[in-house]
């Protein structure tokens, strides 16, 4: 009689959930290990973030709108515990499939890690070699899975020999938590090493030059510094971030170079100290991003500092026809905007630092374009490596692409900061407070209006400038049960804030902010 194999019963009843466990375990075994790799070289990334990247530039417009407009700043977080999320039930399937036919699950893991391939070989500047974390992770998952299903116990024990059940059962529990901890510790020591590349340490190193037009100090009374409103001045770690970039792009000073290219009579490229050695400026600008929702928190105001635009431009000799300046990021993401916007008075800047740091890394270190009064889809280049004079005929930028407008003018808005929303006050003086804005214009009003009642004028704050947003106060003098409160500002040239809502895209938000506030006794 023929000794029992327990692995021919295991091979032809296998227990259906550690199948797919087996899957599971393949496919976090070829993330991890692409991490690891990832950390040998700058010039290599993540299969999760290659492919994260992939995501971002090719999903439907709808989509990123639908992502910014549900989870806010947090949309890559989301969109990376998605991924996940697809990767671990790919390996589940992965792990029944291979259960029944071996060389099917192993063909899914050989599919899975190629998409690991093809995004990367799409990253900008990537190297022929970009995909080797998804190559080494497929072979290493392949085995891993190939391990794990050969230690899966069969369904029913065989009469002759109960204890094998107990046997394999052992070995697949051996094995699964040899596999995690390898795993985890390939994936933590990936992130450590990926650390090894931040530019971190190059922006530490860097000394601002002092401007040679300082900004004076915010003046009294233009900071009301009013219970639950927002400080005048955003703090950096406070400040919205908004672009499509999954992590932060490292970019080291030394290593970085702008180039000014396309229609100009001669090409110029500058070293980071050379843009330094440029006379800098200061200027307090509030910046907004088209993606905000009214009454929402994507705008904030900071302290740049930068050197003016038109000098560069001039000096490379603007040619004549050229009617669109595009910053080009070190991915290849672009922004475009009028010509015209470098002699209309709003002095668009290459900026170095911010609120009297070097731009943070989440910021667009080592420099970015920041343009004011115009949203900063169509203007504020992060990570920007070059300006391209072209047409608007001739070159949609990335968000044009998608259907957003070319031009993105800043929208008069007020926006109230406080009581919040559905918020509890008591009977008596309530102050209301908030923001406006309406950048190179300035805001001239802001009235408040509670329920269907007369539109009343708000106490403004002093203007800085016409650049920033302005805060706002009014007393109400609130009496019991459920009240609607209204905004809206006037800017300079008269232009009243339209009632009309409209959702951001595909030139941004508009209409009056309201909230709804709970008058209640103590």
């Known amino acids: ?76 977080k989301a969109l990376l515990l998605g991924i996940y999320t697809v990767a671990a039930l790919i390996g589940l399937i992965i792990g029944i499939v291979a259960s029944r036919r071996f060389i099917l ?90 650390g090894r590349f931040s530019a971190a340490a190059s922006r530490l190193a860097v000394v601002l030059p002092k401007p040679k037009e300082p900004l004076a100090p915010v003046a009294a009374g233009v900071d009301l510094a009013l219970a639950g409103m927002t400080p005048y001045v955003t703090p950096n770690s406070a400040f919205y971030r908004i672009d499509t970039n999954l992590t932060v792009p490292q970019i080291a000073a030394e290593d970085w170079t702008l180039k000014v290219k396309g229609m100009v009579d001669r090409e110029l490229e500058f070293t980071y100290q050379d843009i330094l050695d440029m006379p800098m400026i200061e200027r307090r600008i509030t910046m907004t991003c088209v993606s905000d929702e009214i009454g929402g928190g994507l705008v904030g105001n900071a302290a740049w500092l930068g050197t003016p635009l038109r000098p560069i431009l001039e000096q490379a000799g603007v040619s004549k026809g050229a009617d669109q300046i595009v910053g080009r990021a070190f991915d290849g993401f672009t922004t475009g905007w009028p010509v015209k916007h470098l002699t209309d ?15 943070p890394l989440a910021h667009g270190f080592p420099a970015r374009i920041i343009v004011p009064g115009l949203y900063g889809f169509v203007s504020a280049t992060k990570w920007l490596t070059e300006i391209e004079l072209t047409t608007f005929a001739d070159f949609d930028q990335y968000w044009v692409k998608r259907d957003w407008s070319a031009e993105g003018p800043i929208k008069t808005m007020a926006r109230i900061d406080t009581p919040k929303g559905l918020g509890r006050v008591k009977p008596g ?23 269907d009642g007369a539109w009343k004028p708000a106490k403004l704050a002093k203007q800085d400038n016409d650049q920033t947003w302005r805060q706002w106060v009014y007393d109400w003098d609130a009496d ?9 500002a006037t800017d300079t040239t008269g232009r009243v804030q339209t009632e009309d809502r409209a959702r951001p895209f595909p030139n941004g938000a508009s209409g009056w902010h309201n909230i709804v506030v709970l008058c209640q006794p103590a």
């Open 429 to 451: 003086k309530v102050a209301i407070g908030g923001v406006a804005w309406a950048q190179t214009r300035g805001i001239a009003k802001v009235e408040v209006r509670i329920d």
């Open 105 to 194: 699950g192993a063909l899914g893991i050989v599919a899975f890690g190629a998409v690991g391939v093809w995004a990367a070989g799409n990253e900008v500047g990537a190297p022929w070699w970009a995909g080797l974390p998804s190559v080494i992770g497929t072979i290493l998952a392949v085995g891993v899975l190939a391990a794990l299903i050969t230690t899966i116990p069969p369904a029913k024990a065989a009469p002759t020999y109960p204890g094998s059940v107990a046997m394999a059962r052992r070995s697949f529990l051996q094995v699964s938590l040899g596999v995690t901890v390898v795993a985890i510790g390939a994936a933590t020591t990936g992130r450590w090493l990926q």
């Open 480 to 488: 019991e049960g459920r009240h609607t409160v209204t905004a809206r």
């Open 1 to 76: 009689m023929e000794p029992y194999d327990p692995s021919e019963t295991i091979a032809t009843i296998p227990s259906r959930w550690r199948s797919a466990l087996a899957g599971l375990l393949a496919a976090g075994v070829a993330l991890a290990s692409g991490e690891l790799v990832a950390g040998l070289s700058d010039s290599l990334a993540s299969p999760v973030i290659s492919v994260g990247n992939q995501v971002v530039d090719a999903v439907p417009r709808q989509v990123k709108d639908f992502a910014i407009e549900t989870f806010g700043t947090n949309d890559k």
């Open 345 to 359: 008075g709003r002095e668009p800047l290459l900026v170095v630092g911010m609120n009297g740091e070097p731009l």
